[in-house]
């Protein structure tokens, strides 16, 4: 009996031992708690050293770059101009602001320039992914573009020659932002006029045949460009036909 109240006793403390040391501390920590300091400015907004693509493009009639990474700009107002198109919300965008953007490229020689683009939209955050050069921007400021299928290229006006990728039949330029107030040691190639930009309006004469009047029936219109020169002739055969219907291809 003695034995066994003492196994019974050691078996109690084993148990007392055993609970405490498989007892818990639990404690909630963050990374403030940690480090109280911040680990760089603004740590909850993304870095904006970040190459962005740029897609150069002969269809936009203005340039619109991301307003995402505000160093970038200078020169920032407002505008009338409004934009339609593949957004990340539905509709048409406006408020929007133009300014001058600044970025580092590399041209084909190595070289690494400063790509100044005035008269720029300015896409507000969210707005889209897609950030396009107007292709009519860049030739009004001097600049030339040389299509290709696999190694398109753009030649600044001061020199320096840029051949684009191509993604997805898209033509891509990779430009790295920087602080447009900070000045640095990299030659300036500007992508636009600094004067104010309205999209231009061009009308090409096209080449096709122009009927001597719209109410001339189309089975008389052979009739009219092979009859006699005489002017009198011509009136007096488009008098006679005007108002008269004809049976197609007749």
């Given at each position: ?6 196994l019974?006793e050691?078996?109690d403390?084993?148990k007392d031992?055993?609970?405490t040391a ?9 990374i ?6 911040d680990?760089?400015?603004?740590q ?9 693509d740029?897609?150069?493009d002969?269809?936009?009639?203005i ?6 990474y505000?160093?970038?700009w ?10 339609t ?20 490229i ?15 939209i300015a ?40 051949t684009?990728?191509?993604?997805l ?17 990299h ?8 004067t104010?930009?309205?999209?231009p309006?061009?009308y090409?004469n ?19 460009r ?25």
């Open positions: 009996m003695l034995l066994e109240s003492q019974m050691e078996s403390e084993d031992s055993s609970s498989l007892q818990q501390c639990v404690q909630t920590l963050t403030d708690d940690i480090n109280p300091h680990l760089y400015p603004h909850d907004k993304p870095t904006t050293k970040q190459p962005i740029l897609l150069y002969t269809g936009a009639s340039t619109m770059l991301p307003l995402d505000a160093p970038a200078r020169n920032l107002r407002p505008c009338l101009h409004q934009l198109g593949c957004f990340a919300n539905e509709g048409t965008a406006d408020d929007l602001q133009i300014g001058e953007f600044h970025g580092l590399k041209l084909d020689n190595d070289e690494v320039v400063r790509l100044v683009i005035p008269e720029a896409l507000p955050p969210g707005t889209s992914t897609t950030y396009l050069l107007s292709d009519t921007q860049f030739l009004l400021a001097g600049n030339g573009y040389k299509s290709d299928l696999k190694k398109p290229q753009v030649k600044f006006s001061t020199g320096g020659t840029y684009m990728a191509v993604k039949a898209h033509k891509i330029m990779e430009v790295l932002p920087i602080a447009a107030n900070k000045n640095t040691e030659r300036q190639v500007y992508a636009h006029e600094s104010k930009y309205d999209p309006t061009y090409n096209a080449v096709h045949t122009r009927r001597p009047s719209a109410k001339t029936p189309p089975a008389y219109q052979w009739h009219l092979y009859a006699c020169a005489c002017q009198a002739v011509l009136q007096r055969t488009q008098v006679n036909v005007m108002g008269m219907q004809a049976q197609k291809d007749s």
